[in-house]
């Protein structure tokens, strides 16, 4: 598994973690639940780096994420979202809106892949309903 699908599975799994429990920041990015060999490989190759620069990012713009999210919504509200893809859909979102670099496809195509493997039979669809919904309206330059 290449390292940055990684870092986006410890991102994810850290914004839900986060959802769940309310934890402070410093404590999410320290990846405490992680072995400490696997700590330790994936400080090498630079996955957790980049894993904490998501989180990070996340949470520093989580308002104008869930803003974005609540937006594109269609018939549905964001506190009724199961935690999985909530976690998916702010780190994605984080990503279309702050990580110009990282094309959108990229960043659609692997929380589609996060949610296939931790989310319900549906979850995929859903989510990339909502951020290709995202997608277009930064693409367009609208409001958000």
Known sequence: MASRRKSRILAFQALYFWDATSRPLEELV???????????????????????????????NIKEIDKTIKIHLQHWEIDRLNRVDLAVLRLSAYSL????????????????????????????KFVNGVLDSIRKSLAAKEPI
């Open 97 to 124: 809106m702050y990580q110009h670099e990282i094309p959108a496809s990229i960043v659609i195509d692997e929380a589609i892949g996060i949610c296939r493997e931790y989310g319900t039979d549906d979850s995929y």
């Open 30 to 60: 320290s990846f405490a639940w992680l072995e400490d060999q696997k700590l330790d490989k994936y400080n090498q190759n630079g996955t957790i780096d980049f894993s904490r620069l998501l989180v990070s990012g996340a949470l520093e």
